[in-house]
């Protein structure tokens, strides 16, 4: 390919993107600044909540060298890619699209920044999503290339960033936030994770990781505070098994904390609506 056509090329599938973007009303990345958090079980959840409140809505796992959100909704299929279109996954009612359909089981991928960035703008520019109220992006830990990519091409309207209440996860949120906000995304919530821990045996209530770590940094930096999600065994099996707690378990504190985190950031867009863009 010379000069000429590799910017022809580049022309196009900007234009492609651009395309898909002006379709998608509600533009959300999640990510957190450390790993391990629960930023791919809020991405799911969340997107659960969403299309049961009547939402036409999609997951983009941008987590390309570990990609998890096929494992968590239980899908095991390969994407269908058609001559120039790549068809989402559909699970739950939720369309989602993933590296992990894309690669073989177990195959570890090693790739530098910018291939992780092709493969980004690739699920905008060829992903066959259609019209969606909401796209939820789910980012790997840290602050690289991968968030860079995403808040250019998909232009996030807000971004949701996951801690857990210790100390160490509070300071890497802190530094999220602050790239948020030199990204510029118009709204930033903080959702605290693993937030206290239902004893399944007494039902008293432990603070495992400590709590009120992500309700202070919301203050701190101006940002809203989302809600708080207590650690739930339930959780974890259910997610291990491909079945998002909401779904599952309809009416426990788990899900009630997502319906309400939902509900904030509905309420945002239903009074932002002519606002953002
Ligand atoms: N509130 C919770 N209660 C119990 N288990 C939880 C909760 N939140 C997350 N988990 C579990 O913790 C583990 C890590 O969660 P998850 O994969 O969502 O984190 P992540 O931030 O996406 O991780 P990574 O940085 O690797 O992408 C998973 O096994 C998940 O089921
Ligand atoms: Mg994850």
């Known amino acids: 390919m010379d000069q000429l056509d590799k910017q022809k090329a580049f022309e196009e599938e900007t234009k492609r993107i651009s395309d898909t973007v002006s379709k998608i009303k509600h533009r959300i990345i999640i990510f957190s600044g450390k790993g391990g958090v629960g930023k791919t079980t809020v991405s799911i959840n969340l997107a659960c909540i969403f299309h049961m409140k009547g939402f036409s809505t999609g997951i ?24 120039d279109k790549i068809l989402p996954f559909e699970k739950f009612g939720v369309k989602m699209i993933s590296m ?18 092709k493969v980004i703008n690739q699920f905008l520019a060829d992903v066959e999503w259609g019209e969606l109220d909401y796209l939820i992006a789910d980012l790997p830990p840290g602050t690289g290339d991968e968030i860079l990519s995403i808040a250019q091409q998909m232009k996030p309207n807000y971004a949701v960033i996951v801690t857990t209440p210790q100390e160490v996860s509070v300071i890497d949120a802190e530094r999220a936030v602050a790239m948020a906000k030199e990204l510029q995304i118009p709204s930033i919530g903080i959702v605290e994770n ?50 998002p707690i909401v779904l599952e378990k309809p009416d426990c504190e788990v899900t009630n904390a997502f ?11 239903q009074e932002n609506t002519i606002k953002i863009k």
């Open 100 to 117: 992990a359909g894309l690669l073989n089981k177990g195959q570890p991928l090693i790739w530098r920044g910018p291939l992780r960035s």
């Open 194 to 243: 693993m937030s206290g821990l239902i004893c399944p045996h007494c039902g008293k209530e432990i603070d495992l990781f400590g709590k009120g770590g992500g309700k202070k940094l919301a203050r701190e930096s101006s940002t809203i505070f989302l809600g708080s999600i207590p650690i739930d065994i339930d959780a974890r099996i259910l997610s291990d098994k491909g079945k």
């Open 60 to 83: 983009l796992d941008a987590d390309i060298t570990g990609p998890n959100v096929p494992k968590m909704l239980g899908v095991d299929d390969r994407p269908i890619v058609l001559s």
């Open 259 to 269: 319906k309400s985190i939902a509900g904030l950031i509905d309420a945002y867009y």
